[in-house]
């Protein structure tokens, strides 16, 4: 079967630093995606990655390692505006996406 | 470019009723979805196209169908609405598959009761 996994939940301060992982198994790969989705809207591009090491974009970035079926994303300097949950998203054997559940960010004052 | 657009916003069906989801992207991509959300789940692929006059099933298309008779429009058709299809559904779209990012409309949120 297919499975992507991510915590459900993480909590972090105003201005710290934080990581959210997701471990894939799935049948093939083709590259994976994050997308940010804030409360009753609908997700947006954040990142994708095929190949193995890390893509910065400002104040995000996201790691691949395929060998270990594992990816995350590392959130810098954290604003209010971050609050929101963050999908994983893995591109299958069939080019279909594969989507974990997501993980809410709360992010406190 | 509005993107991709959707309607309704929300809808409240009855159990049997049916009713048409209508989806348009004005970014000239090939390649559209359907999904549902539910709580605490990933997005489920309902149905997808490649093209105008191409669809295939996705994961979850049992109680749905689709048309694409053209590039800007992918209507998802609910038919004998059921408490089981109660979710928000959104429609997004991508220039190819693979590794192009999908743009996701604003979503439907549909009960059924």
């Known amino acids: 079967g297919q499975n992507i996994d991510q915590p459900t939940e993480m909590t972090a301060t105003e201005g710290a630093i934080v990581q959210i992982n997701c471990t894939y198994q799935?049948?093939?790969?083709?590259?994976l995606f994050w997308y940010q989705q804030h409360a009753g809207e609908a997700p947006t591009f954040l990142s994708y990655n095929v190949l193995d090491g890390l893509e910065e974009k400002g104040r995000f970035s996201s790691f691949l390692s395929r060998s270990k079926g594992y990816s995350y994303l590392l959130l810098k300097e954290l604003q209010m505006k971050d609050s929101a949950s963050y999908l994983c998203a893995v591109v299958d054997s069939n080019y279909q996406l594969i989507w974990g559940a997501g993980t809410k960010l709360i992010i406190k004052p | 470019n509005a993107g991709v657009t959707q309607t309704p916003k929300f809808r409240i069906l009855k159990i049997g009723q049916s009713m048409t989801l209508q989806c348009t992207q004005d970014m000239n991509h090939n390649y559209m979805y359907w999904y549902r959300q539910d709580p605490g789940m990933g997005l489920k692929l309902i149905y997808y196209s490649v093209g105008a006059g191409i669809t295939d099933k996705g994961e979850v298309p049992n109680g749905y169908n689709v048309s694409r008779s053209t590039t800007e429009d992918f209507p998802l058709r609910l038919e004998l609405a059921a408490p089981s299809q109660t979710s928000v559904y959104f429609c997004?779209?991508?220039?190819?598959?693979?590794?192009?990012?999908?743009?996701f409309g604003p979503g439907t949120r549909l009960t059924v009761t």
């Open positions: 799935t049948s093939g790969f083709n590259g």
């Open positions: 997004a779209s991508s220039y190819e598959t693979g590794g192009y990012e999908q743009y």
